[in-house]
């Protein structure tokens, strides 16, 4: 039986460094088309790894098996909006630091400011450019993983 | 000669005694036998008694004519008298009239004959302006006034017309008269002249009105209140406004305006109707939350009967407008993401296809790709737009309010639209003071106004042309322009300039991308600035838009006195 050695500081660094890099993102957006637009800006122009559904339950029951570094969710959703998805997600064993970074084509900056005052790291407005996308949501996360330390 | 009428009835009198007496003897005699006369009378009695009787009936005659030259005398005496009474009475009914009534007469076609000095005074028209002229220069419709045309159908008929009448005076007032109108005819029937007589009764009129707008006052929902401008003491309030602060009509005329709310601020509700004194503007208005509900005081400024300056206060329960507000927002934000999405999906493939990560394009797929993507981006600017008008309208854009240096703001400026620039050959060069402009404003806002100005600059520029801005002082503010050498702007456009959709075909004919709302943005933003927008233009040589922004005061003091500008 092996014994837990505990990691050098080197692999600690590693680790933490792994951490710190993003690469699983899960995406919930009812909108079909949206869905194919973001999974081409994140897996071919950036180099993510993503998965997408269609509605909140079903994310909310993959959650655990593909535990996500990060959220990318749509706000206007039937059945499930957006901030309960992510309300179920973090409510679940291991997945309570999951960050999200939500997706509107609300204009209201009220409306927004309420979602980042709630926890999010972002709000993303609709139409956003694929083209910059995943270096948007990347340097979302860097900022909030140095903001965590 | 009135004496000897009045001696002639005496002498009269007594010619007739001796007449009496001889036909007394001339009765004795005829029953005399012819011896008692011969004994008793002399000889040629009877000559002499024949002499008598013709001289007794002249006496009777000159008695009768006497009398009847008294009577004629006494009747017309008395018809004298009573000619010169009626005369009189005549003259002084006149003058009552005059005094009362507005008298004028009128030929059969309306033109006045005559008029009375009531008249001159109430019209304020002198008589020599008035005679001559018809009757309808005093009607608001003239000939076709429904009032001067009853009156002349009734009189052509030969009746009498009476009733009320608007008519106007030479100021242009009102003037509320009741009238009668009497036609008159000749002895042979024909229509000669109308006689007119009026009441004015423009100030009972006026007293109805204000009663019943007193009435009106009490009857309405909204909370009215008016109040002296100085001591703020209270001195009328609608039913409404006494229910709510739970007074008697009494209570109200003892209370001031600072007695209507427990925590009412006097400093700053006088700092609120300062302008209605001081910029004379014509009302302010606030809104504020009402224990029933939200509500709006719009304070008006009025000066009272004995010339006292008086705040009018109408207080306006608003929660329906606020719902109607919120459902307007509710529905602007579905458009917003019913059209924000599907166009998400459109520029995402447009944009994904362009790049090239999907695949090489051939030159004809891509210059049609660049259409469907140049158009796409044009829909999501209006949609930006009528979103941005809306959320001013409504009241629902945010201004964070800081100190700002407007030249930083400008160097961010030049760096964020620098590409759009590029993409049309344009260079933008900067004329900016060596120390800060210190504003106060909405750095995001401030952004979307230079962006928009901007990039028109850059629109209406030749290839190669150059966009100058120069942040300068003037006069405790910080101006802003913008200048383009393009072709100007036509007369015939300038005044729908700020008007939403307002777009026209420049000079030179070429059409530019645009919503035609931009500059009603960039105006209602700058006026949440203390700002506005205005411009000169020369067609052929170019267009200068500016905007002054108030120096924010902590920034004054460290300000030098002349600003040097450099030039980047």
Not at chain 2, 169 to 184: F, L
Not at chain 2, 244 to 257: D, F, L, Q, V, Y
Not at chain 2, 347 to 371: A, C, F, M, Y
Not at chain 2, 512 to 527: M, P
């Amino acid at each position: 039986m092996l014994e837990d050695i505990p990691p050098t500081p080197e692999q600690s660094a590693s680790n933490k460094e792994q951490d710190m890099s993003l690469s699983r993102i899960l995406h919930v957006d009812d909108d079909e088309d949206i869905r194919t637009i973001v999974q081409l800006a994140l897996e071919v122009v950036g180099s993510f790894d993503v998965m997408q559904f269609s509605n909140g339950h079903e994310a909310v029951a993959a959650a655990q098996g593909f535990a996500p570094q990060l959220l990318l969710l749509d706000v206007m959703m039937p059945e499930m909006s957006g901030l309960d998805v992510w309300k179920s997600i973090i409510a679940m064993p291991g997945l309570s630091h999951v960050p999200a970074i939500f997706v509107t084509a609300k204009a209201e900056d009220e409306f927004s400011r309420g979602l980042v005052t709630d926890g999010a790291l972002a709000v993303i407005t609709k139409p956003f450019d694929p083209m910059t996308l995943a270096q948007d949501v990347n340097d979302i996360w860097e900022r909030a993983m140095r903001k965590a330390g | 000669m009135r004496d000897l009428k009045t001696i002639l009835p005496a002498i009269a009198l007594c010619l007739a005694a001796i007449a009496v007496t001889f036909a007394f003897l001339n009765f004795r005699i005829y029953w005399m036998t012819d011896a008692e006369i011969h004994r008793h009378l002399p000889a040629g009695f009877l000559t002499h008694q024949v002499l008598y009787s013709v001289g007794a009936s002249l006496c009777l005659i000159a008695i009768s004519y006497s009398l009847s030259r008294i009577r004629d005398e006494q009747y017309e005496d008395l018809k004298h008298a009573a000619n010169d009474r009626h005369a009189r009475e005549l003259d002084f009914h006149q003058k009552a009239i005059n005094t009362h009534t507005i008298v004028s007469v009128t030929s059969p076609d309306c033109i006045f004959l005559e008029v009375n000095d009531n008249f001159v005074d109430v019209f304020g028209y002198s008589s020599k302006e008035l005679i001559g002229k018809s009757q309808a220069m005093l009607y608001a419709h003239r000939h076709l006034d429904p009032a001067f045309q009853a009156i002349n159908e009734t009189v052509a008929e030969g009746r009498v017309w009476s009733g009320e009448e608007k008519m106007r005076s030479k100021s242009g007032e009102i003037v509320y008269v009741h009238t009668t109108v009497i036609p008159q005819h000749n002895e042979a029937g024909q229509h000669v002249r109308n006689v007119t007589m009026r009441t004015d009764v423009t100030a009972a009129r006026k007293a109805e009105a204000d009663h019943f707008l007193t009435m009106m006052l009490e009857e309405l929902q909204d909370e009215v209140y008016i109040y002296d401008a100085e001591t703020l003491k209270i001195t009328y309030v609608n039913r409404s406004a006494q229910a709510r602060c739970g007074w008697t009509p009494s209570e109200a005329r003892k209370s001031s305006i600072t007695d209507t709310a427990p925590n009412f601020d006097e400093r700053m509700f006088r700092a609120h109707v300062a302008p209605l004194i001081t910029e004379k503007v014509p009302v302010v208005t606030i809104e504020a939350m009402h224990p029933k509900g939200p509500v709006e005081i719009a304070t008006r400024l009025m000066t009272g009967l004995d010339d006292k300056k008086l705040f009018v206060s109408v207080l306006r329960d608003i929660s329906w407008r606020k719902q109607v507000e919120k459902a307007k927002m509710e529905s602007v934000s579905v458009v917003s993401h019913e059209l924000r999405t599907p166009l998400t999906s459109i520029k995402g493939s447009l944009r994904l296809l362009q790049s090239g990560v999907l695949g090489e394009l051939n030159p004809k797929v891509k210059s049609i790709i660049d259409i469907a993507s140049r158009n796409s981006d044009r829909l999501l600017m209006v949609v930006n737009d009528i979103l941005d008008l809306e959320k001013i309208q409504a009241n629902k854009m945010d201004f964070e309010m800081e100190p700002l240096d407007l030249c930083s703001l400008v160097t961010e400026a030049v760096e964020i639209n620098q590409g759009f620039a590029d993409e049309h050959g344009v260079t933008f060069h900067t004329m900016l003071p060596e120390e800060p402009a210190m504003i106060r404003g909405d750095a995001d806002r401030l952004m979307q106004v230079m962006t928009n100005l901007m990039s028109n600059a850059v629109k209406f520029s030749p290839t190669d042309g150059i966009v100058t801005l120069i942040v300068r002082q003037n006069a405790g503010y910080w101006r802003l322009s913008i200048r383009d050498k393009g072709p100007g702007i036509p007369e015939k456009a300038r005044s729908t300039l700020f008007k939403s959709f307002a777009q026209t075909t420049p000079i030179d004919g070429r059409k530019r991308e645009g919503t035609g709302l931009g500059l009603v943005i960039v105006k209602t933003i700058l006026k949440f600035h203390s700002s506005v927008i205005d411009f000169r233009s020369e067609v052929g040589v170019g267009t200068e838009f500016f905007f002054d922004v108030p120096a924010h005061v902590e920034s004054a003091a460290k300000r030098p006195r002349l600003a040097m500008v450099k030039e980047s």
